[in-house]
Each structure stands twice: as C-alpha cells, then as structure tokens.
C-alpha cells in the first residue's frame, strides 16, 4: 500500500486487536481509558477508548493488500500481496509455534509478475488462499493457493527474484504451484468466497462478475457489468452481494443474478470501500474518496401476511465520525454497529459507534413503544397500588375504560353516568346530576302542557332568571322558634324551576327540601344537609343533622360543639356570639361549617360570604342565591359566575349555562384543559337544539369520539353510539353511500338481489319464475342486461349461494358451513377494486383461504393482501 492510503482490519478472533496497513504493518489493542491495558503514550480513540501499538512490521515492502488468517492458530497470521504478484505471508509480533513458523515467510510467486489486487481466505478450508491479479495474455488471473504445500521442482524460478523476496528465505520457501488457476486473459479487481458453499468463489473481472466452482473450473457464471469492484458478501443474507463502480452501489442476488436487484444513488466522487455490518442484518457502509463522511444504507425487508417477498426498502442516512478525511474503516465484528476509522493523511484513528435511528410509536391503548437496534422497548402505563393514587391516568386511557362500561348510554337513570365513569370525578357527578334533573323536569307533564318550558330547561338558569316575573318577598319565623327573622326570602315560577335544577326540591308548588335533605343523610354529606337545612331557616333541623353526624359510625365528635354554637343563636347585632362566630368561622375545615355562621352572620341581601366560597358546591350556591338575592343582585351573581365557570372549563357551570352557545363555550375550555371529547359529545346530544349540534365545535367532539373508538377497535361500541346519536340527533342519520349499480344502465339493484323469501309477485316482473325462497335475479331490473358473473361458480351474481357448488379444498368449506349457508352475507356482491374481479361474498372468502392470488385466470392481483384490514379482529367483540 506505499503510497496509497492507509486501510484497517480487524482481528477475526480477538475483539480488542486491529491491524493499520500502509507502507508497514502496525498492530493495536484497543481498550477502555485509564485502564491497566492502555498505558502513558497511547492514542485517543474516543472519549471512553484508546488504543496501544502492539508490533511494528516493515519487512514486507510494496504491499497492495492484506488478508488476516480466519482461523485462531496461528494467532495473527496475514497474507500480504504485493505489487509484483507475490503473496507473503508474516506476522506481528507473536511467539510462533513450530505450524506458524513454517508458514511466516513463505511466498506464493506467479509465473509472470504483476501487480497482487486482492486477497481472500477460504472461510471453512482455510489452507485455500485466493489471489486475484492484473490481467496478462499468458497467464491466469485468479490463483488459488495451498499454503500447506511444499516447494515445487518443477516450476522454474530465477535466482535474483528469490533473493528480491526476503533477506532470510531460501527456496524452501517459496511456492510456485498454485492449487487452481482461474480466469485466464483477464484481470480480477476484487474477490470474496461464498458463504453458502466453500467451494464457490466470487471474483470482480475486468467486465463482469463471475462464479468460480473448484469442484468444476473449466465453466463459470457470470454476468456483464461495471460493477466489479469491492465485491463482499452479506454476513446475515449470503445470496446478497455488494459491489461498485466509481460512485455506484450495486445489490446482486445470487438467486436472480441476471442484473442488480438494487443500485444505491450514484455518488459523485468515486467510492473506495464498501462492507457490510457484521452484527446488524441490512446494513451498508460506503466510502468515497476525500471525503469525511461515511453513507449508510439500511435495508429492510418489509414482511406481507401471505410470506411474499417484497423489494427492500432503502433508508439512507450518513455519520460524521472525524474532522479530517477518511483513509479507511472497518466495523467491529462484534460490538454492535462499531466501527474504527483512519485518516487519510496522519494515520488518526476514532472510535465511533453508529447509533440507531429510533422508530418511536404510540398505541392506541397509550402505550408507548420504540425499538432501537435489537432492543424493542415498551413503555405501558401501568396503575401500581401505592402508586395509583399518585399519578393520574392519562385522558385517553380513562376515556377507554368508560367506553368499555358504555359510559354516556344509561338515558333513562341519566345519573348513573358517572357511577359508569368510576364516581370519583365531583365535577363529572354534578354535569349527570344537572342533566338528570333538567330531563326531570323536561318530562314534567305541568311544564310540557305550557308549550315552550321544554326547550327553558336546557336553556340553563342563567337564561331562566333572566326571564323571572312576578318575584314576591316573605319574611318568616325561624322554623321551631317564634322568632321573627329579618332575612327576606324571594319567590317565583322561574326561581322555583330554578331550585328544582339545582336538586333541592321536588315536583310541587311547595318548598319541600325534606326529601332532598335525607338523601344527603343517607350520602352522609351531614355539613351540606345541616347548611341546607339552615338556609330553609330551619335551625332546629340543621342541630339535628349535625348530632346525628356526630353520633353516627365513623362521625366527627367535633359537630356536636358545631351544634352547641349554632343552639346559641341570636339576632342582636352587637352579641357576644356574633362577634365570636364571624372571627371563628373562616378557622373551621368545612366549607359549609363556614357557610353556616356566614350566613347568620350576615347583612340581609349581603352574602358574599356564602356566594363567593368556592369550595362549596356551583348548585348549592345558585340554589342560596335563588331563595335570598332580589331581582336586581340574582342576575349579575348568575352573569358572574357563569363568566368564571366558563374561564375555568367547570363543569358544575353547566346548570348555568345550560345546552346552550354558552354551554358550548364552557365545554370548549372543558376539552382544551383535559381533552375529554368523550363527555363532551354525550353531554351535547342529551337535549341540545340543532343549532348547538350543528355547531363546528361540537361536531368536531364527536367525529373526534368516534375516530377514537375506530381506532381502539371498538367498532360495536361506535356502532351502539351511532344509533344513540341518531336517537338524540335524527339529522345525524346517514344516508347510503354506497350501492351496486349495473354496468351498462347505472342503476342501483341492491334492492332487487337479496335471495332472502319476498311475498307477493316475487321476482316474477323480473322474468324469474320458481318459489320465492328459491328467487334470483341474474339481470339488472332496469335495462335486463345480465349481472356479472361470480368468478369461481361462473354464475350470474344475484344467485343464492345455496344453490352453488363451493370452490374450497376441504368438505366444510364446500359447504360454506351448513348452519349459515341462507346467510344474507354470501350472497352479497364483492369484487377488488384493484383488479375488479370478484364474485359471490361467501366464494371469495373460501377461495383466499387456500390462495393469495385472484381466481380469475392469467390474473396475479393479490387482491386479498391489498386488504389491511382484512386480519384486524375488534377489540370489543368479547
């Protein structure tokens, strides 16, 4: 290699050891930095390697090429070729055993010298040395030699080129004889041998690429090409080669070798080396001359359902080890995609490894998945006991489990939704509640007989009070005491429907909170019940509620002292017990602990302290204001509110705002802060007008739902929420999109081909006579031109299948399993859309059980493998 650029191989055995081959022959070890191995004055590969010069060799002048012995004795053993045809073999610095010394130094010399282009050992035989050679028109180019064989007598060589060979050789030495000759009056630039079969060996001719067979050499197979150059064979696919030609890449399969089965784009400087990665399948490194880059070409075998080979696909990418420009490379051949590189110029050497292009995926069941060189990982979210409570599920995985318990669908108990949705959600448990109760009172007989109440209800109580007339004070007693209280209550229609939406009273015209305040007993919501209670201005009550409380299983002990405070009571203003309770409040837990003494200790018409505590209930606040704000404060509280319901995305808000543009908005703030399009769309279809539906907004919601279930697979569950939708929304029904039309007039006769029994005339006016279970029609009704004709039973499509032969190999699949055989499915038309072949639904299906490609002869469509979806089973169909 004098004066050309350096080149590096690797040790076959020896995973730290590599050889740099240039005017002389430099032997390294390679190791971690700072370790025992790499000592002061050692070169820098890398920021973790460095690498130590083991052995120098400089006795082997004008080298061309190297090879490195396959085998493990004798320890590193090269074959040198050198500019004058000569194969020597040396080696670095070893103690020899007495099989290495009688190889070092011996020499293979051909008959008419010429310049050595390439070495190659027989893998398996690894006495068999190849070496191909410049061309001359009395000699052959390609010699295989024995490197156990002895000097030949009969080959006569001349005094001054043995003593031109070594200082030390004699002619015991030197061999003459080569095993086999090959490729006579041509030149051979590269060579590899096989890997499939040790006896066939590769060479890159002067214009083509032949295989040679030692077990028959007088004949060869070639193939005319350019591309000769650096011929190498797959490790991991030994029927795929690589070779090139100034700065083309060919891909060669030796099952096919009649032309490249790939050609890499075309570079624009010459390439100098081509190889294969030893520990990763597909993978091509290319070199071009003065350049400091290396291309790689990753080659990958997309897999079909049917086990059909495909073109690989190329993925083409380039890694930037060094600064200077690149002499050679050579990959590590067994740490992964590791390579040592050398520059031209100094002999610097880099360690790299190739890092692996990440292919990243999400699932649709949110698990996160990626795979990196051999390693597939896969990243799931998983709910832990101490952990659970801890990290919250993502949205969609929520979203998934409430689908599976049909969440969004119990329209009766509107309620139980979010008992279905797990009950843990406050702000979920309040939007069911307000819907159920808004239903409630939609379905009122009084309310339906007075015309527009229906479409009121779910216009929200921000739409309701704005409409509230005839408002009447009252002042009453304390319930229990014949105390007169100075605290006004207001009444209306509209504040009475208002009350009823937020859950406090019941169907009637009396305030009738008793029902409401046991069912928060029975829920053990004692502060809230007591507050209620209160609010009605009844304190007796509210005493009673908390001692019940206190004495109940697992009761707070600390609301009989609650009670004690509430019993005292008293309207004076500069009491004792109004000082203490409005300086004492705000240290209790209980959000309507505080309300309560808020409440008693208030102005009449100023309760800020009640309406603005927002850790109390949006219903029980509206509910307060409804009885105890006038006209003139309730709608500016309302107004408020709803702004920051509407802010927040709460969707306690939703009783304001009702199914509204309003409403809307909120659930826009709602989905833009969780992305919960699941409740979004249920919300929205449970009594909105059109105009909301036909909102851009909220069909988005839905379509988005609907995606959603699609590509979880829950193709019943989008089913059963198309059907609900189309209940709750019949503008939403779809109309038939697609119909089968006869060829030649265009008409539909879907209609008219369904074999099922039809009564009356039957298919008669069709010209078809016979009983109506045994009708077909075989021609359009419109124009009478005959239907196509099924591909496998070769009769006109509209024939019961019943009445065809079947076409599959086994007896179950000829008769297309008796029970289902009058099944509607197989009488249905299907043909490719590639190909347009097809024929009766039940025929196809048993034809590509046992085929891939079309029944129609001469026809290679594979009509059932263009079907994605064809293999996918849903994922609800448990």
Known sequence: MSGSKPDILWSPHQPDRFVICDSE????????????????????????????????????????????????????????????????????????????????????????????????????????????????????????????????????????????????????????????????????????????????????????????????????????????????????????????????????DLRKFEKPVLTLTEQPKPLTKVAWCPTRTGLL???????????????????????????????????????????????????????????????????????????????????????????????????????????????????????????????????????????????????????????????????????????????????????????????????????????????????????????????????????????????REWERAAAVALFNLDIRRAIQILNKGATAEKGDLNLNVVAMALSGYTDEKSSLWREMCSSLRLQLKNPYLCVMFAFLTSEPGAYDGVLYESSVAVRDRVAFACMFLNDAQLPRYIDKLTNDMKEAGNLEGMLLTGLTKDGVDLMESYVNRTGDVQTASFCMLKGSPGEVLKDPRVQCWIENYRNLLDAWRFWHKRAEFDIHRGKLDPTSKPLAQVFVSCNFCGKSISYSCSAMPHQGRGFSQYGVSGSPTKSKVTSCPGCRKPLPRCALCLMNMGTPVSNCPGTGKSDEKVDLTRENKLAQFNNWFTWCHNCRHGGHAGHMLSWFRDHTECPVSACTCKCMQLDTTGNLVPSDSS
């Open 285 to 523: 490194a290319t070199l071009t001359r003065d350049s400091n880059i290396i291309r790689l070409y990753d080659m990958q075998h997309t897999p079909t359902p049917i086990g059909d080979e495909t073109e690989p696909t190329i993925i083409e990418r380039s890694v930037h080890p060094c600064e200077s420009q690149i002499g050679s490379f050579a990959w590590h051949p067994s740490s992964q995609n590791r390579m040592v590189v050398v520059s031209a110029a100094n002999r610097a050497m880099t360690d790299f490894t190739v890092f692996e292009r990440i292919s990243l995926a999400w699932s649709t069941t949110t698990s996160l998945m990626w795979a990196c060189g051999r390693h597939l990982y896969d990243c799931v979210e998983e709910g832990a006991e101490g952990v659970e409570s801890m990290i919250e599920k993502d949205i969609a995985t929520k979203m998934r489990q409430r689908a599976q318990s049909r969440y969004g669908h119990d329209t009766i108990q509107v309620w139980r939704n979010h008992v279905l949705a797990g009950g843990n959600d406050p702000q979920l448990k309040s939007l069911w509640h307000d819907l159920f109760y808004m239903k409630q009172c939609a379905e009122d007989m009084e309310l339906k007989l007075q015309g527009n109440k229906q479409s009121v209800v779910y216009s929200g109580i921000k739409n309701i009070v704005k409409t509230s007339s005839g408002t009447t004070e009252s002042r009453r007693c304390w319930s229990g005491s014949d105390r007169q209280t100075d605290v006004p209550r207001y009444h209306s229609e509209e504040r009475c429907l208002a009350l009823r939406l937020c859950g406090w009273i019941s169907r009637g015209p009396e305030i009738d909170m008793e029902a409401f305040l046991r069912s928060l007993e029975q829920e």
């Open 25 to 252: 022959l430099g032997l390294y070890r390679i190791g971690p930095v700072g370790s025992a191995e790499t000592k002061a004055g050692t070169l820098p590969l890398s920021e973790e390697s460095a690498a130590t010069l083991l052995a120098i060799n400089s006795d082997t002048p004008y080298m061309k090429c190297v090879a490195w012995y396959p085998k493990h004795e004798p320890e590193c053993l090269l074959a040198v070729g050198q500019a004058n045809g000569r194969v020597v073999l040396t080696s670095l610095g070893q103690s020899h055993n007495s099989s290495c010394k009688d190889l070092v130094g011996k020499e293979f010399v051909p008959k008419h010298a010429r310049q050595c282009n390439t070495l190659a050992w027989n893998p398996v035989d690894s006495n068999l040395l190849a070496a191909g050679l410049d061309k001359h028109r009395a000699d052959f180019s390609v010699l295989i030699w024995d490197i156990s064989s002895k000097y030949s007598p009969e080959a006569s060589v001349a005094a001054e080129k043995i003593r031109l060979s070594s200082v030390d050789l004699d002619s015991s030495t030197v061999v003459t004889k080569p095993l086999y000759e090959l490729g006579q009056n041509d030149a051979c630039l590269s060579l590899c041998w096989l890997l499939r079969d040790p006896k066939l060996l590769l060479a890159g001719m002067h214009r083509n690429l032949a295989i040679f067979d030692l077990r028959n050499t007088s004949q060869k197979t070639f193939v005319n090409t350019k591309a000769i150059q650096g011929v190498t064979v797959d490790p991991h696919f030994h029927d795929r080669v690589a070779s090139f030609f100034e700065g083309q890449v060919a891909i060669w």
